[in-house]
């Protein structure tokens, strides 16, 4: 049971290129999430999703877009990198039971990512 | 909107005694909080959670205390041995779809 899985591990891009990062959970858990921490603070929620076929925004969706079209895959993309989202990124997972979410987050294991 | 934070950002403690590491937070509307622990280079772990609706909670060698009055949230680790060393956040949630986190509070074990 691999539980959360991030690809990649370690990226670095220049300034203007795009890329996706994959989230893949085969706990069958409805509910995912993109967090990036920044030195210094907290986990910051980008954006999530409650269902396949279903994403909304968080705390700092600008600059990103994700996708959910497969249950157990949640994928964030950067269309244009910035510095500004030169950043640890994590995916989690949880699963709602009758309605209300199983509060405990799974994270993966993160995505550093350097933009130049 | 929510914040939560921690008082402070280190905290050192020597093996075998007792830490305490501290949270503040914003929204009273948030009625779940979970304490995570994240090794370095790894995702956060879940360390236990509490209902609002409850202002203590034990597991294994760690508690959480609720104080809703003054929105402070604590973890207490008892006999903290080195490999409790990391980083340690709270987060809190109003909605269970979205969880706001702390900055986090580095524990230092000293042998």
């Known amino acids: 049971n691999a539980g959360v899985t991030q690809t990649p591990k370690f990226r670095v891009l220049k300034t203007g290129q795009s890329m996706t990062l994959l989230c893949a959970q085969d706990?069958?858990?409805?509910?995912m999430y993109w967090y990036r921490q920044d030195p210094g603070m907290g986990l910051r929620l980008i954006h999530y999703s409650v269902g396949e076929g279903t994403t909304a925004k968080g705390e700092v969706p600008d600059g990103y877009n994700v996708s959910r079209l497969k249950k157990q895959n949640f994928l964030l993309g950067l269309e244009s990198a910035a510095p500004s989202q030169t950043s640890v990124y994590f995916c989690?997972?949880?699963?709602?039971?009758?309605?209300?979410?199983?509060?405990?987050?799974?994270f993966g294991s993160g995505t550093q990512l350097s933009v130049l | 909107g929510e914040s939560v934070g921690l008082h402070l950002p280190t905290l050192s403690v020597q093996e075998g005694d007792n830490s305490i590491i501290n949270c503040a937070y914003s929204n009273s509307a948030s009625d779940y909080f979970i304490w995570y622990k994240q090794e370095s280079g790894k995702g956060p772990q879940f360390i236990i959670d509490?209902?609002?609706?409850?202002d203590k909670r034990q597991g294994q060698r760690v508690t959480v205390l609720l104080n809703k009055t003054v929105k402070h949230l604590s973890l207490q680790i008892a006999a903290t041995q080195p490999g409790d060393s990391a980083v340690y956040f709270c987060?809190?949630?109003?909605?269970?779809?979205?969880?706001?986190f702390g900055s986090g509070t580095k524990l230092n074990v000293k042998p």
């Open positions: 989690a997972s949880s699963y709602p039971i009758g309605g209300v979410t199983n509060e405990k987050l799974f």
């Open positions: 509490i209902r609002s609706n409850m």
């Open positions: 987060a809190e949630t109003p909605n269970f779809n979205k969880f706001y």
């Open positions: 706990m069958n858990h409805e509910y």
